[in-house]
């Protein structure tokens, strides 16, 4: 089993920036991709991005395109998200994911099968 705990979240104001860090703990990473995902209040779990274990990145160019940046450590087992220009409308709760070994970096949740229990980020406009 892998555990994946988050970290970062909190209260921002418009234009301000976050960094969130998923740290994996338990049974190694061996190749997995992992991902963001978040869901707002009354709205569906939405894919924000993903990494692969190579780096190959995939976002969610609609929402989140030029102000958001994911990148990992392998070595340490963690995976980050960085997030600039924060919008009122990015304010969900956001979940780190783990994909099987091998996995590429999809937008579907059902690709995952590791998930983290979610930081609240709050944009207060």
């Known amino acids: 089993q892998v555990q994946l705990v988050e970290s970062g979240g909190g209260l921002v104001q418009a234009g301000g920036s976050l960094r969130l860090s998923c740290a994996a703990s338990g049974r190694t990473l061996n190749r997995n991709a992992m991902g963001w995902f978040r869901q707002a209040p009354g709205k569906e779990r939405e894919f924000v991005g993903a990494?692969?274990?190579?780096?190959?990145?995939?976002y969610n160019t609609n929402s989140v395109k030029g102000r958001f940046a994911i990148s990992r450590d392998n070595a340490k087992n963690t995976m980050y998200l960085q997030m600039n220009s924060l919008k009122p409308e990015d304010t969900a709760v956001y979940y780190c994911?783990?994909?099987?070994?091998?996995?590429?970096?999809?937008?579907?949740?059902?690709?995952?099968?590791?998930w983290g229990q979610g930081t609240q980020v709050t944009v207060s406009s």
């Open positions: 990494i692969s274990w190579s780096g190959i990145i995939r």
């Open positions: 994911t783990a994909g099987p070994p091998g996995s590429s970096p999809v937008q579907y949740s059902n690709g995952y099968n590791y």
